[in-house]
């Protein structure tokens, strides 16, 4: 893959992945109520994870 379409496909992949975060993440975060709060961040914590990680080797992979 060429550098530019690396950079394409990166830029796509971070953008999609910014675009779950911003529409079903934050919303679903921001109505837990405060006395459930630790509870249900670090379980979102625990799932996130594997994806963050899973997408920052993809992404270096393309640039590679």
């Known amino acids: 893959m060429d550098p530019p379409t690396a ?3 990166g830029a796509a992949l ?3 992945s910014q675009a779950v975060v911003t529409v079903v993440v934050h ?3 921001a ?8 509870r249900v961040h670090a379980a979102h ?4 994870r594997p ?3 899973l997408t ?6 393309s640039e590679s």
């Open 51 to 53: 994806g963050s990680v």
């Open 14 to 16: 971070h953008a999609g």
């Open 27 to 29: 919303p679903a975060l």
């Open 31 to 38: 109505a837990t109520p405060a006395h459930e709060w630790a």
């Open 56 to 61: 920052a080797r993809r992404t270096a992979v």
């Open 7 to 9: 950079l394409l496909a």
């Open 45 to 48: 914590s625990r799932r996130a």
